[in-house]
């Protein structure tokens, strides 16, 4: 979506080459960079679990460097640029590569670790798997889990002033997916909010989501990182575990109204901070129209998941879990995507920043 500024805007180099193809289908996507190379041109990442890739300083299971326990919160400049990402089966949440892995060509061989400041297209990424957005509002899910607002705020404290002197803000890509854990959480914790009444809960996402802006957002923009995007929920009301349920939780109301106090607050940014290109991706309509259609994106299965997803032999015999294979499904487990389908998203996230670019360029 894009959001309308009061003033027109510089054309940044970073956006996607035009030479680049775009797909809907999983065979024609290749395994190569997907952004042009003729800079140093970075991705700077934050979130949770969907976002999240594993670094050989960080955390296990759940992010790329430290974690926010005391003495792995801060990190050194040797540590940033010593640590790897890690390409294997449970170096994400998918079972494979992400969306960002995915975007950048960055860190995609399998069984590699790959040094960030050798890709391309850099990707470094501070997103931590479990992440909500802040502590202040729902609680951590564990002691070591790092919320959205400390990401940022970590990277603009360790990594930032390292970083700054070997990259280009302005081809540079801040992107933000956030709010799963942040819904799924609140909806345990405001149990009796109706689910006929938007008052409750979408008093209190409107208040998450002005924080994302507020203390994750601005502080990267004052940094010098002009190029926002943010990506909105997924069909979380459809998700493996929800198709099973006589009421699921969070319902398309539900996810409907995050998405559009997402765009709302995005919109009021943009006209408050004219200097900023904020982008909202629309990641809900693309994906609910795999699972509409999934024969397309050779998609078989949306309404499950393999039994064995985080078992290692489920890549060469699903059929020992009575499973097809992964690339199969369109959900790894009962809230996950598979790498498949962030592999497929990731053609259609370009298509729209090529589109976003173009709309700058007519200023």
């Not at 970073?14 to 797909?23: A, R």
């Not at 890709?119 to 202040?136: E, H, K, V």
Request: hydrophobic share 35%; glycine share 4%.
């Amino acid at each position: 979506m894009f959001l309308k500024y009061h003033r027109c805007l510089l054309y940044p180099k970073f956006w996607p080459s035009p030479s680049l193809p775009i797909s809907p289908g999983a065979a024609a996507y290749p395994n190569a960079p997907h952004i042009s190379s003729g800079t140093k041109q970075v991705l700077v990442a934050f979130g949770d679990s969907y976002t999240y890739i594993q670094g050989t300083t960080g955390y296990p299971n759940f992010t790329f460097i430290g974690s926010y326990l005391p003495d792995e919160f801060a990190f050194t400049p040797s540590t940033l640029l010593r640590t790897r990402i890690v390409q294997n089966f449970t170096a994400t949440a998918q079972g494979g590569p992400n969306w960002v892995e995915y975007l950048t060509g960055c860190g995609l061989k399998d069984n590699t670790t790959t040094l960030p400041s050798s890709c391309d297209m850099q990707l470094w990424d501070f997103a931590f798997a479990g992440a909500d957005i802040s502590q202040q509002y729902l609680p951590l899910h564990h002691d070591y889990t790092i919320p959205l607002v400390n990401q940022t705020q970590r990277y603009l404290t360790y990594a930032e002033p390292t970083l700054r002197k070997r990259l280009d803000k302005k081809n540079s890509l801040v992107a933000i997916w956030i709010g799963i854990n942040d819904v799924n959480d609140s909806l345990r914790l405001l149990p009796n909010a109706s689910s006929s009444s938007s008052s409750s809960y979408v008093e209190f996402w409107n208040t998450l989501i002005s924080t994302v802006f507020a203390q994750s957002v601005k502080p990267l923009l004052d940094a010098g990182y002009a190029n926002l995007l943010v990506v909105n929920l997924p069909p979380l009301d459809r998700t493996a575990a929800n198709q099973k349920l006589n009421n699921p939780r969070p319902n398309k109301q539900e996810v409907a109204w995050w998405n559009a106090a997402l765009v709302a607050h995005a919109s009021t940014f943009a006209e408050e901070n004219p200097e900023a290109r904020t982008m909202v991706y629309d990641a809900n309509t693309f994906l609910n129209a795999v699972m509409d259609e999934p024969a397309k994106y050779a998609i078989v299965n949306t309404t499950s998941w393999c039994p064995g997803y985080n078992q290692l032999d489920v890549l060469t015999t699903p059929e020992k879990y009575g499973c097809g294979k992964l690339d199969e499904y369109f959900w790894y487990n009962s809230g996950h995507l598979t790498s498949h389908v962030h592999k497929i998203m990731v053609p259609d996230l370009v298509k729209f920043l090529r589109s976003e670019s173009k709309k700058y360029r007519k200023c």
